[in-house]
């Protein structure tokens, strides 16, 4: 007592500390709720690029004179190392081989043009 005055907080908390427990406990759900729809939501996306993708775009890097010969054969063979795994899983046959489509060798008209 202060002043002759009874201080009620304590007792509106030994009242109501059910209410306060309860609303931790729903706002810990909430946050739980939003963790697993964000989780499902990033498991969607494909994170693994496509071979096939990435060895045009380096294709288009070499051609480009960005990429040496040396660097484009080492990324080509790692992609195809890749490749050749997934071929080896059941894998949509619409794609063809990457080692069918792109060819290690430039030719003569390419080798030209960048010199």
Known sequence: MIFGVKNPLPDMI??????????ILAVGILIWVVIQIRAR???????????????????????GGELTEEEYRSIKS????????SLQQPVDNSKQSIKEDCPDETSSDEQEARD
């Open 14 to 23: 030994s009242e109501s500390w059910y209410l306060y427990a309860g609303l």
């Open 41 to 63: 939501l990033r498991d969607d996306t494909d994170h693994e690029a496509d071979p096939w993708q990435l060895l045009k775009q380096m294709q288009d890097l070499h051609r």
């Open 78 to 85: 790692r992609l195809i190392s890749q490749d050749d795994e």
